[in-house]
């Protein structure tokens, strides 16, 4: 079974920084795309960034040149940096993962359980 398991949220004040991991564990064939999404509270889910297999990455307007995206394909891990951290990005972070868990599979979405990040003014 596919986990996901997402570590280093906490704390921090405005202008800090923080370093979110997420793991992916089980039968896994390929991991087409791992990133990052957050819910702050009362708002939608939005997309922060993502690691495709292709070596792209992408970010929201709201965390660009603050936040940066990296993997370490051998551990199935995807790290999420996060430097001048704003009051505005509290919110839950969700990691999760485009992946294949045999090679006949079409790339289904996993989702990790989410860690709170809170940045106090």
């Known amino acids: 079974q596919v986990q996901l398991v997402e570590s280093g949220g906490g704390l921090v004040q405005a202008g800090g920084s923080l370093r979110l991991s997420c793991a992916a564990s089980?039968?896994?064939?390929?991991?087409?795309?791992m990133g990052w999404y957050r819910q702050a509270p009362g708002k939608q889910r939005e997309l922060v960034t993502a690691?495709?297999?292709?070596?792209?990455?992408n970010y929201a307007d709201s965390v660009k040149g603050r936040f940066t995206v990296s993997r370490d394909n051998a551990k199935n891990t995807v790290y999420l940096q996060m430097d001048r951290l704003k009051p505005e990005d509290t919110a839950v972070y969700y990691c999760?993962?485009?992946?294949?868990?045999?090679?006949?599979?079409?790339?289904?979405?996993?989702w990790g359980q989410g860690t709170q990040v809170t940045v106090s003014s």
């Open positions: 999760y993962a485009d992946l294949r868990r045999r090679w006949f599979d079409e790339a289904k979405n996993y």
């Open positions: 690691f495709t297999s292709g070596g792209n990455t």
């Open positions: 089980g039968s896994i064939f390929s991991i087409d795309n």
